[in-house]
């Protein structure tokens, strides 16, 4: 996961959740022409627990959502993480991926809205539920939403309105967060993961398939259907119309994406290594 300011970035990693600050004053430019340099300064270690979004809460905590032990999380000095939620369905915190809980939306500084691929409460039990049954969860009452999704992610909050991906279909969608009724705003050639919404578009990230193909999903027909092939890349998205009016084609070696965010105020960042 990714979660952008204006002059820091919250990244998660494979064992570590790192924090890079831009270095650059105002008028200042780096070789000639970015205007952020963002520069690692700080990785706390939180282990092997598999994160995915990441965000900061109004008073500046880390909250992620750590996947392997199905919940929401902060750091610790002492320990990996902290637990602060977990959905109701889950009987116990354990390293066993149960539920697949991967996106949270945050609104007025808070988590309010999480995804899972299930309601499993076994090892892995997900893994038999892709295709249907996905949750939306309002973390503040435990109330399901919704448990009408396939592989759900990035749960957002804009104008009065939960925007979600529903991505075993392939659709970006618009959840009424007092029924669950869902509607569907625009298809997308490939796996969903990763959201944003700036000025009413939606800025999406679509993925290839990690074994050649979407068995089992309804994305795998639709795009036979639409006599389509997938790919990687960024899509922009306009929410009232469902039209998709720019994109970013990605080939080559890069094969997934998983989050997208805005930089407010940069228009050509740039980041180094810890090295």
């Known amino acids: 996961g990714v979660h952008a300011q204006s002059d820091r970035l ?13 270095v650059l004053a105002p008028d200042e430019r780096a070789n000639g022409h970015f205007d952020r340099l963002f520069m690692p300064r700080n990785a706390q270690t939180v282990g092997d627990v ?9 008073t500046g905590r880390i909250i992620f959502v750590n996947t392997k032990f199905s919940c929401l999380a902060t750091v610790s000095v002492k320990y990996g993480f902290r637990p602060i939620w977990k959905p109701e369905f889950i009987s116990k915190l354990a390293a066993e991926d149960r539920c697949h809980l991967n996106g949270l939306a945050m609104q007025d500084g808070l988590p309010k ?7 499993s409460d076994v090892l892995s039990g997900w893994r038999q539920r892709r295709h249907e049954g996905g949750v939306l969860i309002d973390v503040q009452n435990d109330r399901i939403v919704t448990d009408q999704l396939s592989m759900p992610h990035s749960p ?12 075993g279909r392939g659709w970006v969608i618009r959840v009424d967060p007092e029924t669950g009724k869902k509607e569907d705003i625009a298809f997308c050639p490939g796996f969903l993961r990763g959201m944003t919404i700036w000025n009413g578009f939606a800025l999406v990230t679509v993925s290839l398939p990690r074994d050649g193909t979407f068995k089992g999903l309804e994305l795998d027909e639709a795009l036979k259907k639409r006599d389509g092939d997938p790919w990687c890349g960024v899509l922009i998205i306009n929410l009232q119309s469902g039209d998709i009016v720019e994109h970013i084609r990605l080939d080559g070696a890069i094969r997934e ?9 940069a228009v050509c960042p740039m980041a180094v290594g810890v090295d």
């Open 113 to 119: 809205y999480v995804t899972a691929v299930s309601r």
């Open 156 to 167: 957002r909050v804009w104008n009065g309105q939960v925007y979600a991906l529903d991505s």
């Open 10 to 22: 919250y990244i998660g990693g494979l064992y570590q959740i790192w924090r890079l600050e831009n």
């Open 257 to 265: 994406l998983f989050d997208v965010a805005v930089i407010q105020g």
């Open 50 to 58: 598999d994160v995915h979004e990441v965000s900061v809460d109004k």
